[in-house]
């Protein structure tokens, strides 16, 4: 089975499996985001966090390849009044459109080879304006440890030092590690072990 059927096939289901309300650290970083102007939410999946995001006020993109994600994605923007931009796409090959955005999320987009990784992290360099916010949060390799969600390969999850690396051309870097119960749907639920980041290009 394709990555792609994989996804489809867990999406399946009639419930949210990542849940409906917003990544928590996502929720956190509400008063760094501005009153206004575009976002992008890469793999966003279902919608939660781009869905919150346009109640944000922020005229949103949410990119993924799932169509049956992006069907639910649909009618959680329906169900919470507000309006998102559809986009399905690989984000390995989506063209980022160069500093079109004032704000861009990456929640648990994990399944990105090391290789992959680093053209989805040039594709945000690229496509956030200057100053422009970015939001990440993922797993440690101590996730291993609790198997609550993500991937299984240790090449796949984030450390400080391969986000500082990563993103050591922007300013106000802020890293967060924390050790947590997570409650996001059935596919992220238990004691977890996670890494959040803010910075601006
Ligand atoms: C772990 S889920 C996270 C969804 C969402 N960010 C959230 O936090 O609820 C990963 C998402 O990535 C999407 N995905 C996986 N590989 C992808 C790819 N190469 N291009 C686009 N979307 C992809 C899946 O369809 C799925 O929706």
Redesign the pocket.
């Known amino acids: 089975m394709s990555?792609q059927d994989t996804?489809e096939s867990r999406y399946s289901v009639p419930e949210f499996i990542?849940g409906r309300e917003p990544?928590y650290f996502l929720q956190s970083c509400r008063e760094l985001l501005p009153a206004s102007g575009k976002a992008l939410?890469i793999?966003?999946?279902?919608g939660?966090?781009g869905v919150w995001l346009a109640e944000q006020g922020l005229s949103v993109v949410c990119?993924?390849?799932?169509e049956s994600?992006q069907r639910k994605a649909t009618s959680l923007a329906k169900e919470r009044g507000v309006k998102i931009d559809l986009v399905r796409?690989?984000?390995?090959s989506w063209s980022y459109p160069p500093e079109a955005f004032d704000v861009v999320i990456d929640?648990?987009?994990q399944?990105s080879s090391p290789t992959e990784r680093l053209k989805k992290w040039q594709g945000v360099h690229n496509t956030l304006k200057p100053g422009g916010l970015f939001i990440l949060q993922g797993y440690t390799p101590r996730q291993l440890q609790f198997n609550t969600g993500g991937p299984k390969k240790i090449e796949n999850l984030y450390t400080r030092q391969m986000l500082e690396e990563a993103f050591r051309d922007f300013h106000d870097v802020r890293i967060v590690e924390e050790e947590r119960e997570m409650r996001e749907g059935p596919?992220h639920s238990g004691m977890s072990a996670v890494i959040g980041l803010t910075a601006r290009r």
Do not use: M, P
Request: aromatic share 20%; charged share 25%; no cysteine.
């Open positions: 990555e996804w990542f990544n939410a793999a966003d999946g279902e939660r966090n990119l993924d390849f799932s994600a796409a690989d984000i390995h929640i648990f987009t399944f596919a």
